[in-house]
């Protein structure tokens, strides 16, 4: 996908979405069209140990084992999606751990499963920035090399947003630049993140909530996730933050401002 300097993006965005991208290797298959681009971002946040990182890491995977995930991928009408991973925390956290892969068959998933089995943590601790997530995911994504018309951000999260820009006003910007914003709300300390996800943070068509009890739910949590993204290939209105006066709804390309989404702070 070409970068067009032109509509405004900022440069310390575009740097650092480029710069990531490399650092996590290179895509596969420049310009090819998909079906959509997906960037999955994973909590690393202080309150996330350990354990609890190498269960949402080894989950991730597990789903991308999943011979339902692979049929899911195959029903499409290219038969093929794009996926970037990041880790995030706070507001100037977050890191592309794996770069651009195009997803075509059981085998390109398979391979994606070993290096998300085989990542180590990037961010070892800091706060919850859920809008620097949302840009830095939103940058990824307009840089990604490839042709679709859906692009989708799938949080993970066990906290509110807590550092750096309103998470709503991060929302409104996103959403209205096209992408769908879905979340994965893991609901270990706070028994009511899904509600507080569905208002603030979700947004764009189709957008919704998966929840996981714990992070030892959270193997199946992003397995039923996972299918119900690829599966919703069709683009309808819906979801909080699809609408309302500060919910914008998705408008053309050559309408949308690049330079109103915030890079993350730094």
Same mark, same amino acid.
């Given at each position: 996908?070409? /970068?067009?300097? $032109?509509?405004?993006?900022? !440069?310390?965005? #575009?740097?650092?979405?480029? *710069?990531?991208?490399? =650092? @996590?290797?290179?895509?596969?298959?420049?310009?090819?069209?998909?079906?959509?681009?997906?960037?999955?971002?994973?909590?690393?946040?202080?309150?996330?140990?350990?354990?609890?990182?190498?269960?949402?890491?080894?989950?991730?995977?597990?789903?991308?084992?999943?011979?339902?995930?692979?049929?899911?991928?195959?029903?499409?009408?290219?038969?093929?999606?794009?996926?970037?991973?990041?880790?995030?925390?706070?507001?100037?956290?977050?890191?592309?751990?794996?770069?651009?892969?195009?997803?075509?068959?059981?085998?390109?998933?398979?391979?994606?499963?070993?290096?998300?089995?085989?990542?180590?943590?990037? /961010?070892?601790? $800091?706060?919850?920035?859920? !809008?620097?997530? #949302?840009?830095?995911?939103? *940058?990824?994504?307009? =840089? @990604?090399?490839?042709?679709?018309?859906?692009?989708?951000?799938?949080?993970?999260?066990?906290?509110?947003?807590?550092?750096?820009?309103?998470?709503?006003?991060?929302?409104?910007?996103?959403?209205?630049?096209?992408?769908?914003?879905?979340?994965?709300?893991?609901?270990?300390?706070?028994?009511?993140?899904?509600?507080?996800?569905?208002?603030?943070?979700?947004?764009?068509?189709?957008?919704?909530?998966?929840?996981?009890?714990?992070?030892?739910?959270?193997?199946?949590?992003?397995?039923?996730?996972?299918?119900?993204?690829?599966?919703?290939?069709?683009?309808?209105?819906?979801?909080?933050?699809?609408?309302?006066?500060?919910?914008?709804?998705?408008?053309?390309?050559?309408?949308?401002?690049? *330079?109103?989404?915030?890079?993350?702070?730094?």
């Amino acid at each position: 996908m070409t /970068i067009r300097r $032109g509509l405004g993006w900022p !440069a310390a965005v #575009l740097a650092a979405a480029v *710069a990531a991208g490399a =650092a @996590a290797g290179p895509a596969r298959a420049s310009g090819a069209a998909v079906d959509m681009t997906l960037v999955l971002a994973l909590d690393t946040s202080a309150s996330v140990d350990a354990e609890e990182y190498a269960q949402q890491r080894g989950g991730l995977a597990a789903a991308f084992r999943d011979r339902e995930v692979a049929d899911a991928i195959a029903a499409g009408p290219t038969k093929r999606i794009a996926v970037s991973v990041i880790e995030w925390a706070g507001a100037s956290q977050q890191v592309q751990v794996v770069g651009w892969t195009l997803l075509e068959d059981a085998g390109s998933a398979l391979a994606l499963a070993d290096r998300i089995d085989a990542l180590e943590r990037a /961010i070892p601790t $800091g706060a919850t920035s859920i !809008a620097g997530a #949302l840009s830095f995911g939103t *940058a990824l994504l307009r =840089a @990604a090399p490839f042709e679709t018309g859906r692009r989708v951000i799938d949080l993970s999260g066990d906290g509110r947003n807590n550092q750096g820009r309103k998470v709503e006003e991060v929302r409104r910007i996103v959403v209205a630049q096209g992408v769908t914003i879905n979340a994965l709300a893991i609901l270990n300390e706070h028994p009511t993140l899904n509600f507080y996800f569905e208002d603030h943070v979700i947004g764009g068509a189709g957008a919704f909530v998966e929840v996981a009890d714990d992070y030892r739910a959270y193997v199946g949590a992003i397995r039923r996730k996972l299918i119900r993204e690829i599966r919703s290939l069709t683009v309808s209105e819906g979801g909080p933050g699809a609408s309302g006066p500060d919910r914008a709804l998705p408008v053309p390309e050559s309408r949308v401002r690049l *330079a109103e989404v915030p890079p993350p702070a730094r």
